[in-house]
């Protein structure tokens, strides 16, 4: 027997959230499929649509070291095969790790019958998230895994709210065809933070989430920015300036870095401004002479 399972792309940090907030999206992903071996292995035995960049090895291969993590945890002697079918670009910020690991942990629990509750799946994913970036963030594996907007209160307990997602809301991501792996683009952050941005920070983050609850487009707008990642963060990726600037005058609520980047995200009210935005950024990364992908996407 073979079981499949999709999980998406997602926008972690939303700009203050850093390492706390995330929320899926719901046209792109990885897939994976599963199948019991005769062995007491789990084995990586076919990877597409990654170039040829990603290993098999099972204790660097994302979704191998989840799957790992959760059959120690119930003792599972047996051994499993695991396909993935990469539908995400690698090192672009929009959770490619975490959806692989969170569509294998999804299609390993279903085929033994489902002995964890989806939620009891994440300590596995936050694992893989260790071995592919060097951090346990949870802030793409818990969107990917639970869907919507997701808030990660603490960490130690591990304690995960999911949010309300505002009616209408869309999300443009632009991807810059550059490769920034996580590890690096977490190396550039200050250790530090000044009691004054952190004050800033919590203020904008408090709002957001009151912005998603109230489906107060202006709040949610005003809350949108981060004092702390993406000073450090934004210099590595060419546009961003021009980005921020080319959105204000289309009605979008505002623009930043999703996860660790190159992507941007840029939230909006409607689909239509989210297509809107989209066109912009086409005659943006024209002029800065990159190459992009652009998806629109509603949240779920
Ligand atoms: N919160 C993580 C970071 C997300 O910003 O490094 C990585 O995708």
């Known amino acids: 027997k073979k079981v499949t399972a999709f999980a998406p792309a997602t926008v972690a940090n939303v700009s203050c959230g850093f ?15 599963v199948s019991l071996n005769d062995t007491n292995e789990i084995r990586v035995t076919r990877i597409e649509g990654d170039n040829g960049k990603l290993p098999l090895a099972i204790d660097k291969n994302t979704c191998g070291v989840a799957v790992n993590a959760m059959l120690k945890a119930m003792d ?18 929009m959770g490619s790790s975490a959806a692989s690991a969170v569509a294998a942990l999804v299609a390993t629990n279903r085929l033994l ?11 596995f994913a936050i694992e893989s998230e260790r071995v592919a970036c060097g951090a346990g963030h949870a802030d793409n594996v818990s969107p990917a895994l639970l869907g919507g907007f997701v808030l990660i209160r603490d960490y130690h307990p591990l304690d995960v709210i999911p949010l309300n997602v505002p009616r209408g809301l ?18 550039v952050l200050k250790q530090h933070v000044s009691l004054k941005d952190a004050t800033t920070q919590s203020g904008n983050i408090a ?18 920015n981060d004092v702390i990642a993406e000073p450090s963060r934004s210099i590595l990726i060419p546009g961003y300036e021009e980005m921020k600037e080319a959105i204000k005058t289309a009605g979008a609520l505002g623009c930043g870095i999703s996860g660790s980047g190159p992507t941007l995200f840029i939230l ?32 779920n």
């Open 19 to 33: 390492d706390i907030l995330g929320f899926a999206v719901d046209s792109l992903g990885d897939r994976v499929t």
């Open 76 to 93: 599972f002697k047996g051994g499993v095969d695991i396909e993935l079918y990469k539908g995400l670009p690698l090192g672009s910020g």
């Open 113 to 123: 019958g489902n002995p964890f509750e989806k939620a009891a799946l994440l300590p």
């Open 170 to 187: 869309y999300c443009t991501l632009v991807h810059p065809h550059l490769v920034l792996n996580t590890a690096d683009s977490r190396s």
């Open 207 to 224: 709002g957001l989430v009151a912005g998603l609850y109230q489906e107060d487009m202006e709040l949610i707008s005003r809350s949108l």
């Open 268 to 299: 909006s009210p409607t689909e239509e401004i989210a297509w809107e935005v989209s066109r912009r950024s086409q005659a943006v990364y024209e002029k800065v002479g990159l190459p992009i992908d652009v998806y629109v996407s509603a949240i």
